[in-house]
């Protein structure tokens, strides 16, 4: 999402030097990783009906790509064709992308959110909104005063789903609450899910670790999609966020390449797909023994 956007670049950070470490990082991993054209979906997937993109989505900037209006018409017709039926998506937010998928398909839905929500280093929110002037805010909503306004922090307490739960979605999601680093897997066998949605924390290390956990737990065959990832040089130096999955998938690829049978971006798109490969990998450093050496669940 690019809803970090400026407030990376107030924190600071050199617009230049930034650029030219995305650039490269971008460099490094485009060889690997081809781009398909979303009209070109249904072909590479196997589906029986082609993606039409919307006209003003592609005639937009990949700058100027939302995550509501672009990506999420790809999402949907993924779900709708893929037709997962347990489904986990790191970073809940509100659940837009839970609802997605809960209208899509039959899925059950299991996804992660920080109880408290996410804040940066010099404890402002990640997620603001501002509150109009005279709106009551929910009981139990964390929220300041900045200005002449109320902000409340949208990732976080009542907020985390509020759009499935007034969806009446609910009884088809279970909510899991904690820091995805932190999140206990033993109890789910190797390829329990079908599908896994990693849009939760875009640090490297949040974003290596979800990775490392959603490959274990991703069936053979199953869809993992990654959200935040485009191989733009200019959505690079302007946007936070793509920056820490791109170094993140980078520094995995090594071992990932082993895992996937086929991965690539969307064009256009924020999105990375991966599907997990089907025979045995017999390979040492698999997401298995990773999370496993690291104590992980
Ligand atoms: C980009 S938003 C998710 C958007 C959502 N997937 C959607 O489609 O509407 C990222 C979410 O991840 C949460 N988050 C950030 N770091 C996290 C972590 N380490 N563990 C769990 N959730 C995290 C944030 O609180 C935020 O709600």
Redesign the pocket.
């Known amino acids: ?1 690019v ?1 970090n956007d400026s407030t990376s670049r107030s924190r600071g950070m050199e617009a230049t030097a930034i650029a030219e470490a995305s650039a490269q990082t971008a460099r490094a991993v485009e060889p690997a990783i081809p781009a398909v054209p979303c009209e070109a979906l249904d072909e590479r997937l196997g589906f029986a009906v082609p993606f039409r993109p919307a006209p003003e989505s592609l005639s937009k900037s990949l700058v100027d790509w939302k ?1 509501d209006a672009d990506d ?1 018409p790809i ?1 949907r017709y993924l779900y709708r064709h893929f037709r997962p039926r347990r489904h986990l ?10 609802v ?1 998928c809960l209208e899509e398909c039959d899925a059950t839905v299991w ?4 109880p408290d ?2 804040c940066w280093p010099d404890g402002k929110y ?2 603001p909104r501002k509150v109009e002037p005279g709106a009551v805010v929910p009981a139990g909503v964390t929220s300041r005063p900045a200005d002449d306004d109320i902000v409340v922090q949208s ?2 307490g009542w907020f ?1 789903g509020r759009l499935y739960r007034e969806k009446g979605l609910g009884h088809r999601v279970c909510q899991v609450y ?4 932190d ?1 206990d897997t033993s109890s789910y066998p190797d390829g329990f899910f079908d599908s896994v ?1 990693v ?4 640090t490297e290390e ?1 974003v290596a670790s ?1 990775t490392r956990k959603a490959m274990r737990l991703v069936r053979p065959g199953g869809l993992v999609l990654w ?2 990832f485009c191989p733009d040089p200019d959505v690079h130096a302007r946007c936070a ?1 793509p920056r820490g999955v791109h170094r993140a998938i980078s520094t995995s690829w090594p071992w990932l390449e082993h895992e996937l049978q086929d991965a690539f971006w969307i064009k256009p798109s924020w999105l990375l797909v991966g599907i997990k490969r089907s025979g045995p990998d017999k390979r040492v450093g698999s997401a298995r023994d990773l999370d496993a050496s690291e104590g992980g669940s």
């Not at 904690?178 to 680093?181: L, M």
């Not at 849009?199 to 875009?202: E, R």
């Open positions: 999402m809803v995550m999420m999402l998506e790191f970073g809940t937010w509100e659940g837009a992308g839970v997605a996804t992660l959110n920080l929500g996410e990640a997620y990732d976080a985390v904690c820091d995805s680093r999140w949605l849009d939760g924390g875009h949040i979800d959200h935040d966020s």
